[in-house]
């Protein structure tokens, strides 16, 4: 009998008041979230929620325009044809310059990963991370410097060969993918070389001893084990490079007509807020499309 | 002699609080009539000159802060989403017309501004400028869109240039809706503010398609393409083509053809929710005066004044007064503000021809 009530006063000693007074669990959960989840609402959910909102209306909610509620904007692209061929040619770039950031940035993280050690490594990371400490438009306004007619380009096949003509493309798509491959590329460098610096060097060590030529390690153990890496690289370089004004505006001269300026002159030039939100929300779901129908490339990628 | 009772000690205490009181209510009075005014306009465009400002500041003890707007829609979008922040706005007669419709903008009172007096009628009277016979903005400088060609080649006689084969890959258009669809509505003979025919205007500036090497936003961008050669003509501002010879001794050479300029005329125009009213109109009264104007139009360029007197007060071989000749006035169209409808449709005709160029 005592035997009996000791074991549960023991058994509810520590545990049984306390879990009687203390709240539910999903209510700390609830609390802990708060904090974040509250400033994703106002800083993210909020201004995207009122954009979304906007691209129904008829006029731009400010000033003393009567607004209607309409789909209209939605239609633009039907009524305004020509918006087709400029959202391909966004998403072309897009391509390309995913496409060249995936080389560059996957070669230049395996050469950090395999042929570097300490300090050396941390200074090229630093030295890779540079670009980001500049504003973007002195890169991007370097570069027409850089490719323009007689610009050092020219300047510099002239040194070697002085009767051949220009070799500057300045104001061509070429040109728009460069600045934008120079923008973009730290951040596939820094994602492949997380991927790759996550890889056992035994299994490298291995494979050599096997008789596994350099492009055989690359292509069945590096390329694979890394492609994580390189696939959330290549979602952070194509969503932003998609909506870009500022390089195609600037290196693209009459051919650098893009989504991203065309959303950019409805809220800046053209006064036009609930075109440029519908326009916004229409890539948006083009890309959500894209990356739907590679959903199961996607999953096995970053499955391995 | 006064007994220090405590009824007394009181009396003095009151009396040195009140006589505080007063004092400070002053203080901020009067640095409130002067203080300090915020102006929004272009960067580089007149009222931020730091010698002007100086003197301007020596004079009637005003600060001037600036913000600037790199578009016209910008201005108007800053003057919606921040009341009580601007108290002068530079603003263009075309926006100012949409800008006093939207109530952004306070009746001018014009016995502040006594160098008004000599400003021309005609610009006073805009209909841009005025609603129910009230003054909105006080005019300050006017001054066209055009051609401008590299010093030295022949100088086109009509807005047809634009479209020759003899200019191919290097003609460099203006970025703005307003003025292309003006150029292109001089080009197929109609209105610029009001063209019956966009498909004619659309197929006259698609024509200069093989001809067009960029397209400008900044008269700086403009400037930096202009002296590495990338283009020979353009559409450009006068007063921008002025600044480019004297400032930046680039060969330009400002070219009204026949067809007339596009117009423009800017004024200084104060937001309803102006915090310093009065210290506005006094800067107003200034970027009208003579002694800034001829300072302002000879050491840097500057567009035409609004002010005869000013004008008048220029040197005869001014280049600024060259570019701007009163025969001119006479065959330019100035840009009105314009029906949201037929604004979004221009910007849709010129987001065509952008595609269009682009592809």
């Known amino acids: 009998m005592q035997n009996d009530q000791l074991t549960l006063a023991s058994a509810r000693g520590p545990s049984g008041p306390r879990s009687q007074r203390s709240l539910p669990s999903w209510v700390s959960t609830t609390a802990l979230l708060m904090p974040t989840y509250g400033w994703l609402t106002i800083a993210v959910f909020l201004p995207l929620l009122t954009m979304f909102a906007f691209s129904f209306l008829s006029a731009t909610p400010m000033g003393k325009a009567p607004i209607v509620f309409t789909f209209k904007q939605y239609r633009a692209f039907i009524d305004q044809p020509y918006l087709v061929g400029i959202g391909i040619t966004s998403l072309l770039i897009g391509f390309w310059t995913t496409l060249f950031c995936a080389i560059l940035g996957f070669l230049a993280a395996v050469a950090l990963v395999r042929s570097t050690f300490g300090k050396t490594r941390e200074m090229l990371l630093i030295l890779i991370l540079l670009p980001f400490w500049t504003n973007g438009l002195v890169r991007v306004f370097s570069w027409t410097m850089v490719l323009r007619e007689n610009g050092f380009l020219d300047s510099l096949l002239h040194m070697v060969a002085p009767e051949a003509g220009s070799i500057g493309f300045l104001y061509t798509r070429y040109a728009i993918v460069v600045g934008l491959v120079h923008g973009y590329l730290p951040y596939m460098i820094l994602t492949c070389y997380i991927a790759l610096s996550t890889i056992d060097d035994a299994i490298i060590a291995a494979a050599a001893s096997l008789g596994a030529r350099w492009w055989t390690i690359l292509f069945k153990i590096l390329l694979p084990l890394a492609a994580p890496g390189l696939i959330s690289g290549a979602v952070l370089t194509f969503i932003p490079v998609i909506g870009s004004f500022m390089e195609p505006r600037i290196l693209g001269g009459r051919v650098g007509v893009t989504m991203g300026t065309v959303i950019e002159d409805q809220f800046t030039q053209a006064f036009n807020w609930p075109l440029g939100a519908s326009l916004s929300f229409t890539l948006l779901a083009v890309v959500l499309a894209i990356f739907a129908t590679f959903s199961g490339v996607l999953r096995r990628g970053t499955a391995l | ?359």
């Open chain 2, 1 to 359: 002699m006064t007994e220090i009772t405590r009824r007394n000690t009181l009396k003095l205490m009151t009396t040195a609080l009140l006589l505080a009181g007063v004092g400070f209510s002053s203080l901020p009075g009067k640095a409130f009539a002067a203080g300090t005014i915020t102006v929004l306009n272009w960067q580089g465009y007149g009222t931020d000159e730091a010698w002007s400002l100086k003197a301007f500041t020596e004079k009637t003890g005003i600060e001037v802060v600036h913000d600037y707007y790199s578009s016209e829609s910008e201005m108007l979008t800053k003057l919606r989403t921040n009341p009580g922040t601007y108290d002068l706005v530079v603003l263009n007669a075309a926006r100012c017309a949409q800008a006093v419709a939207e109530d952004l903008l306070q009746p001018i009172d014009f016995t502040k501004v006594p160098n008004a007096k000599t400003v021309d009628d005609n610009l006073l009277s805009n209909p841009n400028f005025s609603k129910d016979g009230k003054g909105y903005a006080v005019p300050w400088v006017w001054g066209m869109t055009s051609l401008a060609i590299r010093e030295g080649m022949p100088v086109p006689d009509s807005y047809a240039a634009l479209a020759d084969p003899a200019y191919k890959g290097r003609v460099a258009m203006d970025d703005d809706a307003i003025i292309n669809v003006g150029v292109g509505a001089l080009m197929s003979g109609q209105d610029i503010n009001d063209p019956k025919d966009l498909a004619a205007v659309t197929a006259a500036l698609k024509s200069i398609k093989p001809n067009v090497k960029l397209l400008w936003s900044t008269e700086d961008q403009w400037n930096k393409s202009f002296a590495a050669k990338e283009f020979d003509l353009s559409l450009f501002w006068s007063g921008g083509s002025v600044r480019s010879k004297r400032n930046s001794k680039l060969p330009v050479t400002f070219v009204v053809p026949k067809e007339g300029g596009i117009g423009w005329v800017d004024g200084l125009g104060i937001p309803v929710s102006a915090p310093n009213a009065e210290g506005a109109l006094a800067f107003a009264n200034w970027m009208i005066d003579p002694a800034f104007y001829v300072e302002w139009a000879t050491k840097v360029g500057a567009p035409a004044s609004s002010n005869s007197a000013a004008l008048e007060a220029l040197p005869a071989d001014d280049l600024s007064r060259q570019v701007h000749k009163p025969e001119y006035l006479k065959t330019m169209g100035i840009v009105s503000g314009i029906p949201d409808d037929r604004r979004e449709a221009f910007n849709n005709v010129w987001q065509e021809v952008k595609a269009f160029y682009a592809e």
